[in-house]
């Protein structure tokens, strides 16, 4: 049988605004589609948020805290040396998952700006063809999708291709053209946040928060108008909130054309077809909007739907995996052998034949906009803040998001017995992780704690940025001021001091 892979990264895309997974508006019919001709995983997440971290753990097979990227700036934006086991090739290229799809003789094809936006050139190891669209991840469905079309003009009915293909439409600024319309204007947001709530909210302080969704000012209204300048009332989070799913929308109708000239070329059938996404994004749980800067269940779980040719059809999937599980899943399908070095776990089985195989708990981390590990088990997210992102966030946070999925009642202190679990679960996952990074990296550091070190996090850092002179903290606690949130501006003052006097 022939075999073709079509992968399809959707940055930013929430599995609880796809219509598949639940979402009470119908945002997503292709992909609901495809799901119901394949397998649904309800319970995936990204090892590393965000972007850079997310993708480099993909392709590699590796954790971030293996690899040392599990941040946008600074040392830890940049794989670890590897040192003396260093071949001809790196790391990346003898042992990522583009190079092992070759070794099996898939041509391998990308679609996509995301080595160039982040400087990650290793995300291109192993790829036979790379088609950079050239904006650095802010171009529109409407840019990227002539380069898809060539290229499957071309080559959809070859033989053995793999092809990742980014659509970027979810995230952040919404920019979907004005003339695709306002599908949603007439359907209900989620009610989860109430008055009460978006009260709360437009009172955080915090990047990317209600009042800020600029990240530290306002959005541009101007250059994007589906985007308001802030949340002030129930009609501006509408306005928001609908920027989001019109964007949604909008990429299921690019996968709706791809699905159509796979059916014109007569290899829908046999392509098999994996939507999944780099992250999450928080829409007002934990006070943000617009932006994938916790570790927590909004950021870090991502939809997984995968068609495949002799697969199951119509099933789902609720046990526990990493999104850099789906690099050995792929090995074992394809007849393939997972190297020694990933972290992942297949979970073949499950697309085959709906068994399940998943792991009992996961360990997520966000270096990027926090400095924050997290613990996924049972019911339960722990998250441990080491650097708060000028949120304010507490030390340990607890919730139980069956009950809970919006994270709005921290249960710490409620429950110190299962916040002991979890921190034993998190202390141990670390020693394991410490013990194996000797075996393939010449330098046996804690990225976290190197970012803690270097100034925090690359989007709130709070030491002086040596090139400009101000930190992000200096610059954000007048706007509080301005802003009404003079209480939060204190805060952060009494938090941080000893660096602004630095």
């Known amino acids: 049988m022939a075999m073709r892979i079509l992968y399809i990264d959707i940055d930013s895309q929430r599995p609880d605004h796809l219509s598949c997974y639940g979402y009470h508006r119908k945002t997503s019919p292709t992909i609901d589609r495809i799901a119901a001709m394949g397998l649904r995983c309800k319970r995936v997440y990204t090892s590393d948020a965000p972007c850079l971290p997310s993708r480099t753990a993909f392709y590699s097979g590796r954790l971030g805290i293996q690899t040392g990227v599990v941040g946008h700036g600074g040392s830890a934006a940049e794989p670890k040396n590897t040192g003396t086991i260093r071949g001809f090739r790196d790391l990346y290229d003898q042992f990522g998952l583009g190079r092992q799809l070759q070794e099996l003789g898939f041509h391998t094809a990308m679609v996509s700006p995301f080595g160039q936006r982040h400087a990650a050139h290793w995300f291109y190891a192993g790829f036979n063809e790379i088609h950079n669209t050239g904006k650095g991840g802010m171009e529109s469905a409407e840019e990227v999708m002539p380069v898809v079309n060539d290229w499957l003009k071309h080559n959809a009915k070859k033989d053995k291709w ?80 609908d920027g989001y799913d019109t964007a949604v929308k909008y990429v299921d109708d690019q996968i709706a054309s791809i699905v159509k000239q796979l059916e014109e070329a007569g290899v829908y059938d046999d392509t098999a077809i994996i939507i999944s996404a780099d992250h999450g994004e928080n829409q007002g749980e934990l006070g943000l909007y617009g932006e994938h800067a916790t570790a927590d269940e909004q950021t870090c779980h991502v939809p997984m739907i995968i068609k495949w040719p002799g697969g199951v059809k119509g099933k789902t999937d609720d046990a526990l995996h990493y999104s850099l599980d789906l690099a050995p899943t792929l090995m074992d399908l394809l007849g393939g052998k997972k190297p020694e070095i990933w972290d992942g776990r297949s979970f073949a089985d499950t697309v085959k034949s709906g068994a399940p195989s998943g792991r009992e708990e996961l360990v997520v981390s966000q270096c990027c906009h926090v400095l924050q590990r997290s613990v996924r088990y049972d019911n339960w997210l722990y998250i441990r803040t080491y650097h708060d992102g000028f949120h304010l966030f507490p030390d340990e946070m607890l919730f139980d998001i069956v009950k809970d999925p919006h994270e709005q009642h921290n249960l710490a202190a409620s429950k ?87």
Not at 188 to 198: G, R
Not at 201 to 225: E, V
Not at 416 to 430: D, I, N, T
């Open 162 to 241: 793999y092809l990742h293909l980014n659509l970027w439409d979810p995230h952040t600024p919404y920019r979907v053209p004005m003339s695709y319309g306002d599908p949603f204007k007439n359907e209900p947001i989620p009610d989860w946040i109430s008055d009460d709530v978006l009260k709360e909210h437009i009172h955080h302080t915090g990047p990317h928060s209600a009042s800020d969704l600029g990240m530290y000012r306002d959005a541009d209204p101007k250059a994007y108008p589906r985007q308001p300048a802030r949340i002030t009332d129930r009609a501006t989070l509408r306005q928001w909130l």
């Open 416 to 502: 110190p017995e299962v916040v002991r679990e979890a921190s034993y679960r998190l202390s141990q996952w670390h020693a394991d992780q410490m013990q194996k990074m000797t075996h393939y990296a010449s330098n046996p550091t804690d990225p976290l704690w190197l970012v803690q070190f270097e100034g925090g996090p690359a989007h709130a850092q709070h030491n002086p940025d040596p090139r400009k002179g101000e930190s992000y903290l200096v610059k954000y606690l007048p706007r509080l001021e301005q802003t009404g949130r003079a209480d939060g501006a204190a805060a952060l003052r009494e938090k941080y001091g000893k660096f602004l006097k630095g």
